[in-house]
């Protein structure tokens, strides 16, 4: 056979697995079936290689070459169009044909002449005719609806970085780019993002079916579930209420599903035929070593035509993409879109470096949606080294997979290494001193002051390893079962419901597991990661290091870890075999300095240390404080830097480290000053530059004395010094001489503050104006003679003075015993003014000042007020007593809008209302 006529017969096969009848021209049959390609088709301009007719009705034309022209079959591609635009014989209809084909044995592109400028496409096979006869019918293509039809996306409900990824990726899609690339970090939402995607090609871009790929079983559970739980923003009903998705867990795609979930070693069973066993699901396949038996090329399968997807979702796009299981992704006819957080120079290669949307790491970070984390480390000798058993020794030995034991002789000399270690030889000394090391730095220096074990994941080597670990952490801890339990598909309980415990429950404490948990699976309370394997790939390793990033607010942490002080502010990854050294990870700890005080660090930016550990390390300690400050300090820090939070003021140190930044700053620089540049050509030292005036002017608000001590004086606020060292015991009790000493210089430093600044602060100013010119004392005027008397230098706090005028003029002051409130404080400012004769807490001279007024009020008035309308007056006394003033606004708090707020209260008192609360204001606390 002629190079030719081999081709037109793999065209023919091709074309009949599909679906098409192949006729020659003369036997031209168009009743035979829906679908016909016909051979030799006479045109105007000659005869046509096949010409596809859909129910009678022409609908494409193939132009075929043989095999060795599939390099340049391109060129073909005006011959195609000829003839697409050429005058069928008996044909009435003369607008152009659609669909075109260009075709050798081996290679097929299709151009769709519908779609917005037309571009030709690889594709794996031939349509079927049903295909082509919806797409007929379609008034407008996919390609033509995701550039012409999608609407605006709502941000509602969504990040910035997930807005961006969306818009990014419909961007992209618009274009016809058949390669798109999402990279978010861990924890920023790819899943929420990729549904809402799925939502809105389903809906507006009118896509049939989309396949999500996950990396094991178990994200597929996870991914079904947010499928199940997204609610669109403009449609009441759930995703899985408005389309059909079916979790793949048999070789069936149902027929009327919109979105299936599958992994895509499941998808390589479908396609070829060959069983799969479900435990091949649940190891990801980072893990996976290919071998010569699994090189088996996929062919046609009629069953799932090419065009089956519209859309492929690779979720957790890393390197198991790139090798056997690639043949899935070229199968389909399909746009492809990948979901990372660690991205390598493969994965961008494959996505045709289309990325569509960037969120780092460190971004993460710097918005609150991660956390940042802390690297341990535990080295041993067994684990560097390795060991060695002398001949003859007794020893048990186990089989891998039954665990039975039997006690025998070793043979030979056996010499193992650390790589070895519970694989060929197991050591549960070495286990039990990890663990041991673990448990007392967590407790000592870790996690100090915690009543309770951190949420803690393992990382075994298999299962067996597994085991070992789970009965040595529950001997050291002297724990029950429940405290300690593996997370892995081979484990007897459901690892669904462990996982779910884990996630939500007071146990277990601490989980071990091999693959089930390392990528993708979301356990926001996790802050301790114990790695007691090593990890192939740098992307699987920042995955399993993505299990503990996630941040959570502090009544999400507390649920589960009780004495924990506030937020996740970090996890600690615990290094027991030299995983963090044996390879280099794509992210970093933003903590380079940590024995370095924050007040140290702060000054240092300030005189000019702005190196990279200097720079991160400070935006590190700036983000957790942020994370841990009550709002007024919030606000007293961004008086001081121009407006600028803390957060923010930790953000912009990292964005200034920022590698791609730099560049651009660069690029800006040297075209401002005239000079052509691309990022090749830049300089060291034009980039250096560029990143020293970044990093300068990050830091330029630090040069701020009042803002370094603002910051520092928060942190101090924040922490406490716990000294376990020094024990106490009473001598004797009573005041000393030099207490009380103490106690005049607190109380004439507390006069002194009054009468120099009487005429500037509002709250004391209040007290020196004669009753007729008084306007109501705020409770914000209250809260900032508070800030200013507490802060340093006088550090005045409400309990200090009271008990220092307990020490000095005790028969005067009562109340002492008491807990302070924050209005005690217009006790202390009239005692200390001479205003009162008596030092009493607030509430009970306000109780004292309405007794008298409401009896002058009874007495003066027509009428009494009634028993109604006292009760009124007296829940507007006990809030003044709090808050030092009563107003409008006050009726919408708790205290008085539980008894019907300012409408009841109206209804009660009527038109005296407004009078009555001026006089309260007034005289109760005046």
């Known amino acids: 056979m002629t190079p030719e006529a081999k081709a037109r017969q793999l065209i023919d096969d091709k074309l009949a697995q599909a679906g098409w009848i192949v006729q020659d021209y003369k036997r031209f049959d168009p009743g035979a079936g829906p679908g016909i390609a016909v051979r030799e088709y006479p045109t105007d301009t000659g005869p046509a290689d096949y010409v596809l007719f859909v129910d009678r009705t022409a609908v494409g034309v193939i132009e075929a070459k043989r095999d060795e022209a599939g390099e340049n079959i391109t060129i073909a591609e005006q011959q195609t169009a000829r003839y697409a635009n050429a005058t069928l014989k008996w044909r009435k209809d003369n607008t152009p044909l659609p669909f075109l084909f260009e075709a050798t044995g081996q290679i097929i592109r299709f151009t769709d002449g519908r779609d917005p400028a037309p571009r030709s496409r690889e594709i794996f096979h031939f349509f079927t005719p049903a295909r082509i006869a919806e797409w007929r019918a379609q008034p407008d293509t996919l390609r033509r609806r995701l550039a012409e039809r999608m ?11 997930q807005v961006g990824a969306v818009t990014g990726l419909e961007t992209s899609l618009a274009a016809n780019r058949p390669r798109a690339l999402i990279h978010m970090a861990t924890g920023a939402g790819k899943t929420f993002t990729a549904i809402t995607s799925a939502y809105r090609l389903l809906k507006f871009g009118g896509a049939k079916r989309i396949l999500f790929l996950v990396d094991t079983r178990n994200l597929g559970k996870q991914a079904h579930q947010e499928f199940m739980a997204y609610t669109p923003p403009d449609d009441a009903r759930k995703f899985t209420e408005l389309y059909n998705v079916q979790r793949l867990a048999s070789p069936n795609i149902d ?6 979930i599958s992994t895509i070693q499941r998808m390589y069973s479908i396609l070829s035929g060959e069983p799969i066993d479900d435990s091949a699901e649940d190891v990801s396949l980072n893990e996976l070593q290919q071998t010569g038996k699994q090189q088996k090329l996929l062919r046609y399968n009629p069953a799932v035509p090419v065009e089956t997807f519209d859309v492929i979702v690779i979720d957790e796009c890393h390197r198991s993409i790139y090798n056997l299981w690639k043949q899935v992704l070229d199968y389909f006819d399909a746009f492809l879109i990948g979901l990372t957080a660690t991205p390598d120079k493969r994965t961008l290669g494959f996505f045709n470096q289309n990325i569509v949307a960037e969120y780092t790491y460190e971004q993460s970070v710097a918005d609150g949606v991660n956390v940042t984390y802390d690297v341990y480390v535990i080295d041993t000798e067994i684990t560097t080294k390795g060991g060695r ?10 089989h891998r997979l039954t665990r039975r034991k039997r006690w025998a002789e070793t043979e030979d000399d056996i010499v193992y290494t650390g790589q070895q270690l519970d694989r060929a030889v197991v050591n549960p000394n070495q286990i039990r001193l990890v663990i041991q090391e673990m448990k007392r730095a967590v407790e000592s220096s870790i996690f100090p002051g915690r009543r309770e074990t951190p949420k803690t994941l393992i990382f075994a ?25 593996k997370v892995t598909y081979k484990s007897e309980e459901d690892p669904d419901s462990v996982l779910a415990s884990f996630r939500n429950d007071y146990h277990p404490r601490i989980a071990v597991t091999v693959d089930m948990i390392a990528t993708g699976t979301d356990v926001k309370p996790l802050e301790v990661l114990l790695f007691m394997r090593d990890v192939r790939s740098r992307g699987y390793y920042e995955q399993m290091k993505g299990r503990g990033v996630r941040s959570l607010d502090a009544d999400g942490l507390q649920r589960v870890s009780a004495s924990a002080d506030g937020a996740k502010e970090r996890f600690v990854l615990i290094d027991a075999v030299g995983v963090e050294t044996s390879l280099k990870t794509e992210s970093r700890p933003l903590e380079k300095l940590p024995t370095v005080a924050l007040a140290s660090l702060l000054q240092g930016v300030a005189i000019g240390h702005r190196d990279d550990d200097t720079v991160l390390s400070l935006a590190n300690r700036l983000l957790r404080l942020a994370k841990h400050l009550a709002p007024k300090a919030q606000a007293r820090i961004a008086a001081l830097a121009g407006g600028v939070t803390v957060g923010a003021l930790g953000k912009a140190l990292i964005e200034a480290t920022n590698p791609d930044a730099i560049v651009q700053h660069a690029l800006a620089t040297a075209q401002a000053n005239g000079i052509t540049r691309d990022e090749d050509s830049l300089t060291a030292a034009e980039l250096q530059a560029a990143r020293d005036a970044r990093v300068a002017a990050a830091c330029r608000p630090f040069d701020n004395p009042d803002l370094r001590e603002a910051i520092e004086n928060a942190r101090r606020d924040h922490e406490q010094l716990i000294d376990h060292i020094n024990p106490d015991q009473i001598i004797y009790t009573g005041f000393s001489e030099q207490a009380e000493q103490e106690a005049k210089q607190v109380i004439q430093r507390f006069a002194d503050y009054i009468a120099q600044h009487k005429d500037e602060i509002e709250a004391l100013s209040f007290f020196y104006q004669q009753p007729y010119r008084r306007r109501a004392l705020t409770f914000e005027m209250i809260e900032d003679l508070h800030e200013r008397l507490r802060s340093p230098p006088l550090l005045l706090t409400t309990e200090r003075l009271w008990g220092a005028y307990a020490r000095v003029q005790a028969s005067h002051v009562a109340g002492a015993e008491r807990k302070r409130q924050l209005t005690d404080l217009i006790a202390l400012v009239r005692f200390a003014i001479g205003l009162d004769s008596e030092l009493r807490p607030f509430s009970d001279q306000v109780d004292k000042r309405f007794q008298a007024w409401i009896f002058r009020h009874n007495a003066q008035r027509t009428t009494s007020f009634t028993a109604e309308q006292t009760e009124w007056l007296r829940l507007m006394k006990d809030h003044l007593a709090t808050s030092g003033c009563i107003t409008r606004d006050d009726f919408d708090l708790p205290g008085l809008s539980a008894k019907g707020g300012l409408q009841k209260a109206w209804a009660v008192l009527g038109n005296e209302l407004d009078g009555l ?10």
Request: aromatic fraction near 4%.
């Open 151 to 161: 609407p605006e996306l709502p941000t509602r409900d969504l990040r910035d970085c």
């Open 255 to 260: 027929p009327h599903a919109q979105v299936c």
């Open 389 to 398: 058993l002398e001949a003859r020794e007794w020893v048990d030995h186990r």
């Open 461 to 485: 080597k298999t299962d067996s390893h597994a085991d070992d670990i789970i009965q040595i952490v529950r001997e050291v801890y002297g724990q029950g079962n429940a405290f300690c339990k």
């Open 917 to 926: 609360m001026d006089e309260m204001n007034v005289e109760l606390v005046a």
